[in-house]
């Protein structure tokens, strides 16, 4: 029956749905079993929090991920998808103040509507291994990697300035602080100093960046790029400016990290900054009031709005001086909130001529301005502009005439001889602050006891649980965690010396668990150890991860120091958890975020009633690259239906067609040279995550395999369904409702996701013609069709013999001929 003449309701994606779904689970398809000895595949998407049913972005981000699942279960690789969920987290503690209910209930019952669209959407993955991260049994091993990092020294607690989320009423790392806002709910932070547990994550720094050379070609630059920027290693010296005795505060030195120490004869002065320890313990008794004063307004400028080179300087004096190493000038120290107290010391010797910071400072402030580096720049105390083109060193004594790298090395050698500095690397990583003052978080399992200090909770006694009698009102934020107030919970007798003591009441930022629950899915259910050393041995590192590039720092970073810490342990045998990343972009919809106050927002529940999971699968991958963002506004999921009951329709003729013996014996070898093509470039493409071609490449497959059913042998040729076997593995991939039906149409036993792609026929890969342009005077004039190993002297002599070109030339003469056999002939007429 002719494509053309049938009707489009003999495709039914709710009848395939229906009659497919839950199959595969309940068939157990994509569950790894014991025993089997093929090489392993691991595919990890990054798990989603359970704020609700799927949306749009998960459409995307997960058919990603499951092509690349299927497509090594094709190619015969014994292959692990997980699925797991991230469901700690504010959003379920702040629906539960708001419902006067428990976290627990909000997380667990949209986990469950997530957990069934999941399911809807035909994904490959293994539930066997389902785990949250809010269950007592994943948690124990949370706490348990915390004391473990905390007998290693990893885990500490200081007294330090802090983000300060004034809504949500807790800290935030540097992270999780985005143009000086929170994250999460857009609130500016403030400061606020508090005794908070930290990761001395700096303690990886090196590796954190060294190590990136396993990671070269495998994941997107730019995500390398970001995790180098904000890990910022930096070599220079460390340089100590004796400050003066004022008063009866006795004289000391005053540290600071430069990277550029050859400037050192241009520091005119000092600045530290305003809320930093050091500031509190230098100023003078005569200047204390000013300072007080100007720290409690400095409060109210992020972190961004502190460090803009355009904002008015502001600052006091400290009423102290220092002396610089290399000059020996007496310069005045300045406290102000343009430094940072958390980089470096916390404390900057100003070079005003080749830093605007510094530039801006010094003009508010009147203090002099001396260049000391020979560029061809105006002068900065006359311009008004820093230089900062590179050159050679002048005003600097040793150091002039030197160009900047030799001038930096004389300079560190001249501060180590007079032992007031030394050369150093210096990061602008900071060691990961993982407090958190909220309730529906993993719980720190540490007891505190006035005698014994900080105690690890006994391992016999993990998890730690959560109490399960606070909900609403009672888990509302008051500057200090919930479980504060939890006396009941939190009174303890000490594990070390049997007294009266309390728990740790913060819970653990929500980075800590996603930083190691990719290794748990090894070895679900395991009760003696986080995970199997064997199973991790077996599976890792992830031969895939997949998702959004807004984790390109935060989780990613944490994630690869977590493994780093493993792997010093021995707990794990690599350095890397992801050989391989993918991030996907975003759906947006008119050019833009999808946003209710917009109104271009699209639920993609209603998509999936209009057009099935098929065509919105397939319209998610076939609109562009899986890293560029894909605007629903220029996509077309009807033209997807209508693609996948044409390939439906080539399956079902060739299956009621009935057997059809070798293909080898086909006559049609036009039809199994597309095929055979189709399956070379799709492995090639499906390797280099091109899906938007493999999805063209079918659509030519089905138009080529139409084409022969209706105007050639028919659909009982032995070409015909073999191009609709490939063209129902294949599409399996993207569309796997439609797929397996096809399957079934075409005889296939068990299901296609078992199936394991043929490899292509070399002999069909090699085209039979191709085509010769044939160009006068640089246009085409004519197309020849010729074979692929033609010589020069033929094809020159097919192209001249070309009616077009004949009747062209006549009564001309051919001053010359160009060949680039087999595909272009190039002809100059003569005069």
């Given at each position: 029956?002719?494509?053309?003449?049938?009707?489009?309701?003999?495709?039914?994606?709710?009848?395939?749905?229906?009659?497919?779904?839950?199959?595969?689970?309940?068939?157990?398809?994509?569950?790894?079993q014991?025993?089997?000895?093929?090489?392993?595949?691991?595919?990890?998407?990054?798990f989603p929090?359970?704020s609700?049913?799927?949306?749009?972005?998960?459409?995307?981000?997960?058919?990603?991920?499951?092509?690349?699942?299927?497509?090594?279960?094709?190619?015969?690789?014994?292959?692990?998808?997980?699925?797991?969920?991230?469901?700690?987290?504010?959003?379920?503690?702040?629906?539960?103040?708001?419902?006067?209910?428990?976290?627990?209930?909000?997380?667990?019952?949209?986990?469950?509507?997530?957990?069934?669209?999941?399911?809807?959407?035909?994904l490959?993955?293994?539930?066997?291994?389902?785990l949250?991260?809010?269950?007592?049994?994943?948690?124990?091993?949370?706490?348990?990697?915390?004391?473990t990092?905390?007998?290693?020294?990893?885990?500490?607690?200081k007294?330090?300035?802090?983000?300060?989320?004034?809504?949500?009423?807790?800290?935030?790392?540097?992270?999780?602080?985005?143009?000086?806002?929170?994250?999460?709910?857009?609130?500016?932070?403030?400061?606020?100093?508090?005794?908070?547990?930290?990761?001395?994550?700096?303690?990886?720094?090196?590796?954190?960046?060294?190590?990136?050379?396993?990671?070269?070609?495998?994941?997107?630059?730019?995500?390398?790029?970001?995790?180098?920027?904000?890990?910022?290693?930096?070599?220079?010296?460390?340089?100590?400016?004796?400050?003066?005795?004022?008063?009866?505060?006795?004289?000391?030195?005053?540290?600071?990290?430069?990277?550029?120490?050859?400037?050192?004869?241009?520091?005119?002065?000092?600045?530290?900054?305003?809320?930093?320890?050091?500031?509190?313990?230098?100023?003078a008794?005569?200047?204390?009031?000013?300072?007080?004063?100007?720290?409690?307004?400095?409060?109210?400028?992020t972190?961004?709005?502190?460090?803009?080179?355009d904002r008015?300087?502001?600052g006091?004096?400290?009423?102290?001086?220092?002396?610089?190493?290399?000059?020996?000038?007496?310069?005045?120290?300045?406290?102000?909130?343009?430094?940072?107290?958390?980089?470096?010391?916390?404390?900057?010797?100003?070079?005003?001529?080749?830093?605007?910071?510094?530039?801006?400072?010094?003009?508010?402030?009147?203090?002099?301005?001396?260049?000391v580096?020979?560029?061809?720049?105006?002068d900065?105390?006359?311009?008004?502009?820093?230089s900062?083109?590179?050159?050679?060193?002048?005003?600097?004594?040793?150091?002039?005439?030197?160009?900047?790298?030799?001038?930096?090395?004389?300079?560190?050698?001249?501060?180590?001889e007079?032992?007031?500095?030394?050369g150093?690397?210096?990061?602008?990583?900071?060691?990961?602050?993982l407090?958190?003052?909220?309730?529906?978080?993993t719980?720190?399992?540490?007891?505190?006891c006035?005698?014994?200090?900080?105690?690890?909770?006994?391992?016999?006694?993990?998890?730690?649980?959560?109490?399960?009698?606070?909900?609403?009102?009672?888990?509302?934020?008051?500057?200090?965690?919930?479980?504060?107030?939890?006396?009941?919970?939190r009174?303890?007798?000490?594990?070390?010396?049997?007294g009266?003591?309390?728990?740790?009441?913060?819970t653990?930022?929500?980075?800590?668990?996603?930083?190691?629950?990719?290794?748990?899915?090894?070895?679900?259910?395991?009760?003696?150890a986080?995970?199997?050393?064997?199973?991790?041995?077996?599976?890792?590192?992830?031969?895939?991860?997949?998702?959004?590039?807004?984790?390109?720092?935060?989780?990613?970073?944490?994630?690869?120091?977590?493994?780093k810490?493993?792997?010093?342990?021995?707990?794990?045998?690599?350095?890397?958890?992801?050989?391989?990343?993918?991030?996907?972009?975003?759906?947006?919809?008119?050019?833009?975020?999808?946003?209710?106050?917009l109104?271009?927002?699209?639920?993609?529940?209603?998509?999936?009633?209009?057009?099935?999971?098929?065509?919105?699968?397939?319209?998610?991958?076939?609109?562009?690259?899986?890293e560029?963002?894909?605007?629903?506004?220029?996509?077309?999921?009807?033209?997807?239906?209508?693609?996948?009951?044409?390939?439906?329709?080539?399956a079902r003729?060739?299956?009621?067609?009935?057997?059809?013996?070798?293909?080898?014996?086909?006559?049609?070898?036009?039809?199994?040279?597309?095929?055979?093509?189709?399956?070379?470039?799709?492995?090639?493409?499906?390797?280099?995550s091109?899906?938007?071609?493999?999805?063209?490449?079918?659509?030519?497959?089905?138009?080529?395999?139409?084409?022969?059913?209706?105007?050639?042998?028919?659909?009982?040729?032995?070409?015909?369904?073999?191009?609709?076997?490939?063209?129902?593995?294949l599409?399996?991939?993207?569309?796997?409702?439609?797929?397996e039906?096809?399957?079934?149409m075409?005889?296939?036993?068990?299901?296609?996701?078992?199936?394991?792609l043929?490899?292509?026929?070399?002999?069909?890969?090699?085209?039979?013609?191709v085509?010769?342009?044939?160009?006068?005077?640089?246009?085409?004039?004519?197309?020849?069709?010729?074979?692929?190993?033609?010589?020069?002297?033929?094809?020159?002599?097919?192209?001249?013999?070309?009616?077009?070109?004949?009747?062209?030339?006549?009564?001309r003469?051919?001053?010359?001929?160009?060949?680039r056999?087999p595909k272009?002939?190039?002809?100059?007429?003569?005069?």
């Amino acid at each position: 029956m002719s494509d053309d003449r049938s009707t489009e309701q003999d495709y039914d994606f709710r009848a395939l749905e229906a009659k497919w779904g839950g199959s595969w689970e309940e068939a157990k398809v994509f569950e790894p079993q014991p025993g089997d000895t093929r090489e392993r595949r691991y595919v990890v998407d990054m798990f989603p929090y359970p704020s609700g049913d799927l949306h749009m972005g998960h459409a995307e981000a997960y058919a990603i991920g499951d092509v690349a699942s299927r497509f090594w279960r094709f190619k015969g690789y014994n292959v692990l998808h997980p699925i797991g969920w991230d469901s700690f987290g504010l959003p379920a503690e702040n629906a539960a103040i708001k419902n006067g209910t428990h976290p627990a209930e909000w997380t667990y019952k949209n986990i469950e509507v997530q957990a069934g669209s999941f399911k809807r959407y035909g994904l490959s993955l293994d539930w066997s291994r389902r785990l949250h991260t809010s269950d007592p049994e994943f948690y124990r091993w949370t706490q348990w990697l915390f004391l473990t990092f905390f007998k290693k020294g990893l885990a500490y607690r200081k007294d330090s300035p802090v983000n300060w989320c004034p809504k949500d009423q807790t800290v935030l790392a540097n992270e999780q602080v985005v143009d000086g806002a929170c994250e999460r709910c857009g609130t500016l932070v403030t400061k606020k100093k508090l005794n908070q547990w930290y990761f001395k994550i700096t303690e990886y720094a090196d590796r954190l960046v060294d190590d990136m050379d396993q990671l070269e070609g495998h994941w997107p630059d730019r995500v390398l790029l970001m995790q180098k920027n904000w890990i910022g290693r930096s070599h220079g010296a460390n340089v100590r400016f004796a400050l003066e005795a004022a008063g009866d505060q006795p004289a000391r030195d005053i540290e600071v990290f430069t990277t550029r120490p050859d400037t050192l004869f241009g520091a005119t002065f000092m600045v530290v900054a305003v809320d930093s320890d050091l500031a509190e313990e230098i100023v003078a008794p005569g200047q204390r009031a000013e300072f007080e004063a100007y720290r409690e307004k400095a409060k109210a400028a992020t972190e961004i709005e502190r460090q803009a080179t355009d904002r008015e300087k502001t600052g006091v004096l400290s009423g102290r001086t220092a002396v610089n190493p290399v000059t020996g000038e007496q310069i005045p120290v300045w406290i102000s909130d343009y430094v940072l107290a958390d980089y470096g010391t916390g404390a900057i010797m100003a070079v005003p001529a080749h830093d605007g910071r510094d530039l801006g400072f010094a003009k508010a402030m009147g203090l002099p301005v001396r260049s000391v580096v020979e560029n061809g720049d105006p002068d900065p105390a006359e311009s008004g502009e820093p230089s900062l083109s590179p050159g050679t060193a002048k005003n600097s004594g040793p150091l002039d005439g030197l160009a900047k790298e030799e001038a930096i090395a004389a300079a560190i050698r001249l501060v180590e001889e007079r032992g007031t500095g030394e050369g150093t690397v210096n990061f602008r990583l900071r060691d990961w602050l993982l407090s958190r003052q909220r309730f529906w978080g993993t719980p720190i399992p540490i007891i505190h006891c006035e005698s014994c200090g900080e105690v690890p909770v006994p391992e016999d006694q993990l998890p730690v649980r959560l109490p399960d009698d606070l909900k609403g009102e009672q888990l509302a934020p008051k500057g200090e965690s919930p479980l504060a107030a939890a006396m009941e919970w939190r009174r303890v007798s000490c594990p070390s010396c049997g007294g009266e003591a309390l728990r740790d009441s913060d819970t653990m930022d929500t980075f800590v668990d996603s930083s190691w629950y990719y290794l748990r899915y090894t070895s679900p259910g395991l009760e003696d150890a986080p995970f199997s050393r064997d199973a991790v041995d077996e599976w890792m590192p992830v031969g895939r991860y997949v998702g959004g590039v807004e984790h390109a720092i935060l989780h990613l970073l944490y994630a690869r120091f977590f493994t780093k810490v493993l792997y010093d342990l021995g707990l794990v045998g690599f350095t890397e958890p992801f050989s391989s990343l993918l991030n996907q972009g975003q759906v947006i919809n008119q050019g833009k975020a999808m946003s209710k106050s917009l109104g271009n927002g699209v639920n993609l529940g209603e998509q999936l009633e209009l057009f099935g999971v098929d065509a919105v699968r397939l319209t998610m991958l076939f609109a562009s690259p899986p890293e560029d963002d894909v605007d629903w506004a220029d996509v077309s999921p009807t033209a997807s239906s209508k693609f996948l009951a044409r390939a439906w329709r080539v399956a079902r003729d060739a299956g009621q067609a009935g057997a059809a013996g070798d293909p080898a014996d086909s006559k049609d070898t036009a039809l199994r040279r597309v095929t055979h093509q189709t399956l070379a470039q799709a492995n090639e493409l499906l390797e280099q995550s091109k899906f938007n071609v493999v999805v063209a490449k079918l659509m030519e497959l089905t138009n080529a395999a139409r084409k022969s059913i209706d105007s050639g042998a028919g659909a009982g040729d032995p070409a015909v369904r073999e191009a609709a076997m490939v063209l129902t593995q294949l599409l399996s991939m993207f569309a796997p409702y439609t797929a397996e039906d096809m399957h079934e149409m075409l005889g296939g036993e068990g299901f296609v996701a078992n199936t394991r792609l043929p490899e292509p026929d070399p002999s069909l890969l090699v085209a039979d013609t191709v085509t010769a342009v044939v160009q006068v005077q640089g246009k085409v004039r004519a197309k020849l069709e010729v074979s692929p190993d033609v010589s020069e002297a033929e094809l020159e002599e097919m192209a001249l013999s070309a009616p077009p070109i004949v009747r062209l030339l006549e009564g001309r003469s051919v001053a010359k001929v160009i060949v680039r056999a087999p595909k272009l002939v190039s002809i100059v007429p003569g005069k």
